[in-house]
């Protein structure tokens, strides 16, 4: 069924205010689609958040919370605001351990702990415990919300025990051994234990071989070691080795997501993380004018490199024709080449000892490109100045094609060194200094050929 008629239904439900009615709507649905005519709705003020809340509330707990969950998180916050705080609780108490833990963080001191007094002690200290991680480190984004055997346990008692805490737990699927000590043993999977003997010791047949993140480590070193491993969750320990969570594979993703947004705003010189739809003017200012600023007095190298080479233009005016396509050329090359290092630095893929070998493939790949687009930009010479112009704009083409390569390349690797983030090697950086350093080649080059003296 299509959102549209969704929402169509959910309107009509809104009307009749049908609690069987909206249950059976939310069973018959995928719950991402039900969440989606939700959001289409509040998002077209069709229906007001508070209106959402009602409707949310004519459905049991359970459901409840399996299609909150499907909600972005600033909608979660707007329809909490219209519960009270133990229907919030009561919410919450069913929700993974890691998404109502970054609701309550959204939520206004005094209405999170009215929250928080709502619950019993150990899901409160769960809660404070998660939100107290730093929130670009795993343990923001782990989850408590884990299943553990011990080695002791014969087959049979493991399914007992993974059966008993199924409901619970937000995934079975993969079991961590554990000592007294919350000190990670070993995994064990839930098809190893259906094929196994019911009498052999889960000691016996769980894998030895770790893979595990530190608590403190960034989100997007999880998010590698379960793209690298194919996991569908991965330990996480803190520095005495015992297990204090898991990071999934869903969210996983959102990190890997989040991170390739903040990769993308980077690149166009935008450090901007949110609702673009919802963003205030004044924060879009603030956000886009520093780089704009800042890149205006960049581009101030570029006229001057212009002024000073004057007589070489009045000499010969059509160079001016080729300007733009030489220098343009110049900042799309040294931006492709970025936009791969960029990412290759962030996948773990390179790191800062392959600049040498990366340097060198650049190079060599860099020359092919400049001497492909500097045969095409020679017919175009001929046409508008001569063999001596084509000379000039295919020899500069080639050049800038190489060095605005090696610009975009290297940006990364001495940002990173640095300490910075690779992907302030930003698109408008990478093109302004390009550009620059373009326009001195071409008229070094068009002065030299043309055997035209420099200015004084």
């Not at 049991?60 to 707007?78: D, H």
């Not at 112009?389 to 940002?415: C, N, Y």
Request: glycine fraction near 6%; charge should be negative; include cysteine.
């Amino acid at each position: 069924m299509s959102i549209t008629i969704m929402t169509q239904d959910l309107m009509a439900l809104h009307i009749s205010q049908n609690a069987e009615a909206m249950q059976r709507f939310v069973e018959e649905h995928p719950l991402a689609d039900c969440a989606e005519a939700f959001t289409q709705l509040l998002d077209n003020q069709s229906l007001s958040s508070k209106e959402a809340g009602q409707l949310l509330l004519l459905l049991s707990l359970e459901k409840q919370a399996a299609l909150f969950g499907y909600f972005s998180l600033r909608w979660q916050e707007k329809l909490a605001e219209q519960l009270d705080a133990q229907e919030v609780a009561q919410l919450t108490e069913l929700m993974p351990h890691d998404e109502r833990a970054d609701l309550l963080t959204q939520l206004e001191p005094e209405f999170q702990s009215e929250v928080l007094d709502q619950m019993d002690s150990e899901e409160r200290l769960d809660i404070e415990r998660l939100v107290s991680y730093p929130e670009d480190c795993v343990g923001a984004v782990m989850t408590s919300d884990f299943a553990t055997l011990e080695a002791h346990h014969t087959v049979e008692e493991a399914i007992r025990q993974l059966r008993s805490i199924a409901r619970e737990r937000e995934t079975i699927y993969l079991a961590y051994v554990v000592d007294a000590q919350q000190r990670l043993q070993g995994t064990v999977s839930l098809r190893d234990l259906v094929v196994s003997e019911p009498s052999a010791t889960v000691a016996e047949i769980m894998t030895q071989v770790l893979i595990f993140v530190r608590v403190d480590e960034a989100q997007n070193v999880a998010a590698q070691a379960i793209s690298k491993y194919d996991l569908l969750a991965l330990p996480v320990l803190d520095h005495q080795n015992r297990m204090v969570g898991i990071v999934t594979y869903d969210d996983a993703m959102d990190v890997a997501e989040e991170e390739a947004d903040r990769h993308i705003h980077k690149s166009a010189a935008v450090d901007f993380a949110g609702n673009l739809k919802e963003a205030s003017v004044g924060l879009m200012y603030r956000k886009r004018v520093f780089w704009l600023v800042l890149l205006v007095f960049g581009n101030l190298f570029s006229g001057a490199g212009i002024a000073y080479f004057e007589d070489t233009i009045q000499a010969y005016v059509a160079l001016v024709f080729f300007l733009p396509l030489l220098i343009g050329s110049s900042g799309n090359a040294g931006a492709q080449s970025a936009t791969l290092m960029v990412r290759a630095i962030a996948t773990g893929e390179v790191i800062g000892k392959d600049w040498a070998k990366m340097l060198a493939k650049e190079l060599f790949i860099a020359g092919l490109l400049g001497i492909t687009m500097a045969m095409a930009v020679s017919l175009l010479g001929l046409w508008r100045g001569g063999p001596e112009i084509a000379l000039v704009v295919a020899l500069t083409m080639q050049i800038v094609v190489v060095v605005g390569s090696v610009i975009g390349m290297s940006l990364p690797f001495v940002l990173s060194k640095l300490k910075f983030d690779p992907a302030s090697a930003s698109a408008p950086l990478v093109t302004t200094i390009a550009d620059a350093v373009g326009v001195i080649i071409y008229f070094t080059v068009a002065t030299s050929i043309l055997d035209f003296p420099v200015a004084a």
